[in-house]
């Protein structure tokens, strides 16, 4: 089992930037697809951005945020740029064993970090 820690969220005013930071434990990191997953009060949680080879995002962050991994020291990050009060929400990082794009649901993602808080005022 991959151990996942997230870091960088806090509060940020609408237009801001924030870089959220995902360390993952184990050898094996170039072999995974990388994840990012966010989940507002009240709402299920919803794909942000994923990246193997090449990245994926979902068309309400495209443009705005940014997916990248650093192999060697087994990090992604999540830079966030332009952020609204609909990023609001508690993002997660997660790990898949394989460098295909998968589907863009949590349950195509095997591990997971604890979840840090990104609150965007306005």
């Known amino acids: ?11 940020v005013q609408a237009g801001g930037s924030l870089t959220l930071s995902c360390v993952a ?5 170039n072999s995974y697809t990388l994840g990012w ?4 009060p009240w709402k299920e949680r919803e794909f942000v951005a994923a990246i193997s080879w090449v990245a994926d995002y979902a068309d309400s962050v495209k443009g705005r945020f940014r997916i990248t991994r650093h192999n060697a020291n087994n990090t992604q990050r999540l830079q966030m740029n332009s952020l ?3 990023d609001t ?7 898949r064993l394989g460098l295909m794009i998968p589907p863009r649901t949590p ?4 591990s997971w970090g604890q ?8």
């Open 25 to 29: 434990s184990g050898p094996t990191f």
């Open 84 to 86: 609204k009060s609909e």
């Open 115 to 122: 979840g840090t808080q990104v609150t965007v005022s306005s």
């Open 1 to 11: 089992q991959v151990q996942l820690v997230e870091s960088g969220g806090g509060l």
């Open 89 to 95: 929400a508690v993002y997660y990082c997660a790990v």
């Open 37 to 40: 997953f966010r989940q507002a």
């Open 107 to 110: 349950a195509a993602f095997g």
